[in-house]
């Protein structure tokens, strides 16, 4: 077989991994096409070298640095971030409104605090809904909330 042939079946191959790659981001398919597609290109530029044994060797030293290189790319592009799960020690001092009434000694009641999570509640008084109130404990997977009003 011709090695323009083969070299360009590489380039080709090489291009629709990147492609597929830009199609579905992260599933990592750029580093396995760079390399495909630089072998391709070398190959069409010296054909006696297609196919070599050492061919190996520059497929390995393309790859190293394309690993990295799209690890830094992906990092950059989707920094780690904290989880985004909020524990309800972390709300205390925080103000919400009451959605569901609140009754003293159950956890029926319900509150949304400033960043729009809804939580249990539960209160010394009963409290209506649409009052303002303040987070001042936490129990568990619930809150305990007093009126800002009073």
Known sequence: MDPFY???????????MLVA????PGSFI????????????LWMIVPEWTLQWWSIFVAVIVLIPMIIAAIKL??????????????????IGRKGIVISEIVPN?????VRIENNETWSATAPMKIAV???VK????????????????
Request: hydrophobic share 55%; proline share 7%; glycine share 8%.
């Open 74 to 91: 992906y990092q950059m592009l989707a920094p780690p971030a904290p989880p985004e799960t909020t524990v309800a020690s972390s709300l």
């Open 130 to 132: 649409g009052v303002r």
């Open 6 to 16: 083969i070299a360009l079946a590489f380039v080709i191959v090489g291009i629709l």
């Open 106 to 110: 159950t956890i029926t009641g319900k």
């Open 30 to 41: 750029i580093v396995p096409g760079t390399v495909v597609l630089v072998l391709g290109l």
């Open 21 to 24: 790659e830009m199609a579905t």
């Open 135 to 150: 987070v001042v404990e936490s129990r568990g997977v619930h809150i305990v909330v007093a009126e800002l009003d009073k």
